[in-house]
Every structure is written in structure tokens, then in C-alpha cells.
Nanobody
Framework: QLHPVESGGGLVQPGKSLTLSCDIS????????IGWFRQAPGMQREGVSCISSRGRGRYYTYSADSVKGRFTISADTSTNTVSLQILGLKPEDTAIYYC??????????????????WGQGTQVTVSS
């Protein structure tokens, strides 16, 4: 089964930065939206950022209010990668981070139920 592949997680000190990568080689960003989600222990999966194509190299991006200003999503079609840059990591950012694909364009959804193909996740632990 085709699915996105996350990488870049690890143990990071508070205040540091981290960039997560999602390999979307099996997906065409012109016809799929890509979302980043996270799930902390005992918590529901939370949509943090997503990106969708509007054609001609233009993209719509969304970031949840809880992460706005610290999380930035971007796409690189030359490497078939969607990245999530996280600045100023906090202990509460500790979670498994997933990327997912949805067959939609123009607007991407922040809701997990709208995505039908998921990666395995990458663990991010923020601790001193």
C-alpha cells in the first residue's frame, strides 16, 4: 500500500528547532493535499499544518492557532517532500508526528477524518 513516509524526529532540547520531512513520492501534490498531525499520549490526534496546491506553483497552507508562528509547512516538488519546520520547541510539542494525504486540492483540511492515507509517524520528544 502506498503511503507517505515521515522522518526527522528525535530527542530535542526545549527552545531548539527541528524540521520533519514527509516523503510523498507516491502522491501528486497537484491532486493531493498533505497534512501534518500529532498525537501525544492519551490525547486525540491533532491537525497542526496542511498544504494544498492551487496550481501554477501556488499553495494554500494552514496552521493551527496553537502552533501558528512556530510551525511552517512547505513543499518541494523537486524532492517530492513536504516539510514541517518547528521553531522554539516546547515539552508540550512531544508527540508522534504523522503526515497524511487526502485527494483534495485548493483548500486542505485540518481534520484527520478527511485524510485516507497515513504514514507510520515519527516521534518527537522535547526534553532537557
Amino acid at each position: 500500500q502506498l503511503h507517505p513516509v515521515e522522518s526527522g524526529g528525535g530527542l530535542v532540547q526545549p527552545g531548539k528547532s527541528l524540521t520533519l520531512s514527509c516523503d510523498i513520492s507516491e502522491f501528486d501534490l497537484d491532486t493531493y493535499s498533505i497534512g501534518w498531525f500529532r498525537q501525544a499520549p492519551g490525547m486525540q490526534r491533532e491537525g497542526v499544518s496542511c498544504i494544498s496546491s492551487r496550481g501554477r506553483g501556488r499553495y494554500y497552507t494552514y496552521s493551527a492557532d496553537s502552533v501558528k508562528g512556530r510551525f511552517t509547512i512547505s513543499a518541494d516538488t523537486s524532492t517530492n517532500t513536504v516539510s514541517l519546520q518547528i521553531l522554539g520547541l516546547k515539552p508540550e510539542d512531544t508527540a508522534i508526528y504523522y503526515c497524511a494525504a487526502a485527494p483534495t486540492t485548493y483548500y486542505c483540511s485540518p481534520f484527520a477524518n478527511d485524510y485516507d492515507t497515513w504514514g507510520q509517524g515519527t516521534q518527537v520528544t522535547v526534553s532537557s
